[in-house]
């Protein structure tokens, strides 16, 4: 058994964060020398690496983190209203002045847009913009800083774009440069329609067509392709599911103990978020609610892609009760990241040619 938490400084909320690992987590990170970037409910953006067998964890408090895209050095994700862009000042990350040559990455805010109350889940980097899935306003969109956001696709029986979360659109399959599959918990056009089917109503729809590849879904999210393999998560049964792209046929890949969202793959491994129930929520006749919810836990599985066998199991202890999603950051084994806040405390400037850690005393560090 290992656990990890994260310390007082380098971002990490007030009480710390605690993680349980079943044993086989950290060494199976250390293997694939990656770390894992994970949106957590209610408060937090953690980042989980793994080097020399030691658990490491940084956690970046936001407001109602949501959605988030990682690609290379930066990661964005998605608050109530706003937008975050995060990048890793890789030539300084050594120089960290709280504590020098232990971080391979240090990630800092640089960007920020102020979208609105969207509730954007599934995002990815498409170059320099963000795609993301507007749920509250039912549409694919991208998000620039010439608008609050631009409108790019809609699903086919939405007649209207408005603040009403009619279908709750949330999950998008994003490959070789384009949005391919959505997952929508219901496919209604009256404002939050998709209430009244949410335990069997959920569908996988192909974006190119507006056809309904897979049906009677309860409430899937985080559909993905690794290769020419779709998979997508089932939450109210605690499914993963793998999804035939000719005739939407369903395999059930495993099965966890908690509501599936979010969903990565690296080197042959599954990692899948798990979330408790949301007690707000009350009980909607859920599969995975029939036992109360009982055993169920908020943390990240890794699975065996090619024998469905769970390899072992990240559990927070405290400070999370959902996972959102995660992404897997590879050959990064000692990250940290710096709130907003932090960042002022001690602000970072990086150019192409290096940077600096400017300290309050008045003296650089190079």
């Known amino acids: 058994m290992t656990e990890s938490q994260g310390a007082g400084e380098g971002g990490s909320v007030a009480e710390p964060i605690k993680v349980h690992d079943s044993g086989e987590v950290v060494p199976l990170l250390n293997r694939l020398r990656c770390s894992l970037a994970i949106s957590t409910r209610p408060t937090s953006l953690v980042l989980f690496g793994a080097a020399d067998m030691t658990p490491t964890l940084a956690a970046c408090p936001l407001y109602r983190p949501m959605g988030m895209a990682v690609d290379g050095n930066r990661i964005a994700i998605a608050g109530a209203n706003e937008l975050f862009i995060f990048m890793n000042v890789q030539s300084i990350a050594k120089d960290f002045p709280e504590r020098p040559n232990y971080y391979d990455a240090v990630f800092v805010p640089r960007a920020m847009y102020f979208t609105g109350y969207c509730d954007l889940h599934d995002m990815a980097f498409d170059g320099g ?3 993301a899935v507007n749920t509250r306003y039912s549409c694919l969109c991208v998000i620039d800083g010439q608008y609050n956001f631009t409108p790019i696709w809609q699903p086919p029986f939405i007649s209207g774009l408005a603040p009403e979360d009619r279908c709750h659109l949330n999950g998008m399959a994003f490959a070789d440069r384009r949005a391919q599959y959505v997952t929508m918990l219901g496919m209604s056009d009256s404002p939050e329609g998709w209430r009244d089917g949410m335990a069997d109503g959920g569908v996988l729809m192909e974006i190119v067509n507006g056809r309904v590849l897979t049906g009677g879904l309860s409430m899937p999210h985080s559909p993905r392709l690794f290769g020419q393999r779709l ?66 836990m908020a943390g990240i599985a890794a699975i065996d892609l090619a ?30 990241i710096r709130d907003p806040t932090k960042w002022f405390e001690l602000p970072s400037v990086e150019m192409p040619t290096g940077g600096f850690w400017l300290q309050r005393n008045g003296t650089n560090k190079i």
Request: hydrophobic content about 40%.
């Open 129 to 131: 913009v963000i795609l």
């Open 231 to 296: 998979f997508v998560l089932e939450g109210g049964r605690g499914n993963v599911l793998e999804i035939d792209r000719a005739s939407g046929a369903k395999r059930v890949v495993a099965r966890l103990p908690g509501f599936t969202h979010g969903l990565a793959e690296f080197g042959g491994v599954l990692f899948v978020g798990m979330s408790k129930l949301r007690d707000r929520r009350g009980p909607r006749d859920l599969p995975i609610e029939q036992d109360g919810g009982e055993g169920l």
């Open 307 to 336: 024998t469905g066998i769970v390899l072992g199991t990240l559990e927070f202890l405290n400070g999370v009760e959902e996972v959102y999603d995660v992404h897997v950051m590879p050959n990064i084994l000692r990250p940290e």
